[in-house]
């Protein structure tokens, strides 16, 4: 069964950049859709941005413009850049798959703490 585990949190500085990354530990060519979600401390769990097909994407609101998906089948991995980044997108964020007859898997997450 195919894992997922999130990297690349950090701290930073607001208008800085981060890139998150998520690793499968299997092919995820055949895997339509994946995403980042977020949780900031005390809140519940948001969807961030989300990449269908390999190719129609959607974000929130509150980072569109800011951040991108991309993924790259041949190293089985999942991007998030963040860019111009704001201490209200400080939050866990964590990597999501919908896999045809298995179900939805989660990575562990990845810290994202942006200071003022």
């Known amino acids: 069964q195919v894992q997922f585990v999130e990297s690349g949190g950090g701290l930073v500085q607001a208008g800085g950049s981060l890139r998150l990354s998520c690793a499968a530990s299997g092919s995820i060519f055949n895997i339509d859709v994946m995403g980042w979600y977020r949780q900031p401390a005390g809140k519940s769990r948001e969807l961030v941005a989300q990449m269908r097909w390999g190719r129609a994407t959607n974000y929130a609101d509150s980072v569109q413009g800011r951040f991108t998906i991309s993924r790259d089948n041949a190293r089985n991995t999942m991007y998030l850049q963040m860019n111009s980044l704001k201490p209200e997108d400080t939050a866990v964020y964590y990597c999501?798959?919908?896999?045809?007859?298995?179900?939805?898997?989660w990575g562990r997450g990845t810290q994202v703490t942006v200071s003022s």
């Open positions: 999501n798959a919908v896999i045809q007859g298995v179900g939805v898997r």
